[in-house]
């Protein structure tokens, strides 16, 4: 029995033909003289058969050109983002710190941090001049529903997880409330996790909702988008100033309504979420 | 867009040699999103991670000190993205499995007389194809890890406890482990895979 589990702790090397000469001599007679070891050896290797069978659905040729494009996009989004922490936000949003005024030059500040994200986007966009994105299905999948359908099933799916994640977040940052819960226990960190990922997503969504018609939600992820920059641009702790200006900028434009507005249009599910939230 | 133009060339410190992320990306986007498509099993989230990925790597490539070898670093980079991002996705994962019982259910076993048994028609065979996905998604983020740099990737397994940066030992159970796990979840194939006895 000893022998037994001696020669099982091998089986993931041998299954790659990884053990060298005479630990795989071993392991054959081994086998060749154990009922048990060699079926259930033989059980395994016909799994890692059926898992060679798998096929992975091949990008269309157009697809590499469009990555590069949109990940030169993602790197000029950050390192205007860097920038921004660098020279605006630890500065002039520091100014009102310092100076104890009213606001306006945060304000200020904050217009031009916005103003700079979205040039910075723009630009990234502009330069890379990405094609409207379609991947090759799968061709069974193809034939069982019309793509059509698929992409405007899949695209309103993701819409809604967007939005849903996008509110989510969005309800955590507006009710962030330092004298509530002491300027030491703010870690902006999960929020700014959360923006990051929405950000990468903005750009294809914005695309495709463009393409299938959808202006108004298309325009709705493009201004989520840039307060979305600003979370991710928030300095690590305790930048309250930038926190204010976000959940002004949420407050003016109505974000939260609309898309609580566009969920209702679009039939979105509202469901629990684990992402951060002023309670978590 | 050349994949050049994704960064001017930035100075790494390999032996004094300045590195060019643009070539890294175009050297290495292929295996990456393909990495990132058998983490995630669909191009949209596959595609999000290789971009995440990469831009770690711009973010780190000052700090990469070149003892591993580029392909090497960016395994580990798009491994940990991946798992990051598992541990922020609880409610995906969740949903995952509310589903996986309803999916699965959903699937024709194979039966005698059902294509799926003869190995020709399997292969082309849809069903088969969602079941193998659905057996990946049910293995932990660390399993599937190291058994698609394996199995897909063909990584030996020294150089996956190199690139994800543990033990070989670790790295042998946890895919004995993520066999096994497969070996369960597809056992509708139950005599193909010699199960009947021992499931």
Known sequence: MKACEHVREQFAEALYGELDPARQQHLDRHLAGCQDCAARFAALRATLDVMSQRRRAQPDPDFWARFAGRLDARVAADAVNNDLRSRVGSSLLSFRRRSGGDGRWAWQAAAAALALVAVGIALGRLSMSPAPEKLAPVPEAAALEPRATQEAASLRLRVDRYMQRSQTLLLGVVNLDASADGVESLDFAPYQRVSQELIGQAPLLERELSDAGERRLAELVAELELILSQIASLEARQDLEGVEVIQEGVDRQALLFRIHLESSRTGGREEPSTEPSHAG | MPAESVAPVVEGRTEGQALDFGEIVRLHQRRIFFLALDLTGNHHDAEDLAQEAFLRAYQGLKRFR????????????????????????????????????????????????????NPERRTESMAIQRHIDLALERLSPQQRAIFVLRHYHELKLREIA????????????TLFRAVRRLQQELSCYRPELGLEERS
């Not at chain 2, 190199?162 to 159970?173: F, M, N, P, R």
Request: proline share 6%; charged share 30%; hydrophobic share 35%.
């Open chain 2, 66 to 117: 070149g003892d591993a070898a580029p392909g090497t670093w960016l395994y580990r980079i798009t491994v940990n993205a991946y798992i990051d991002r598992c541990r922020t996705r609880a409610e995906a994962m969740a949903q995952t499995q509310r589903s996986w019982d309803d999916e699965r259910d959903a699937i024709p076993a194979p039966t005698d007389d059902n294509p799926m048994r």
């Open chain 2, 162 to 173: 190199s690139a994800l940066d543990l033990s070989e030992g670790t790295v042998k159970k």
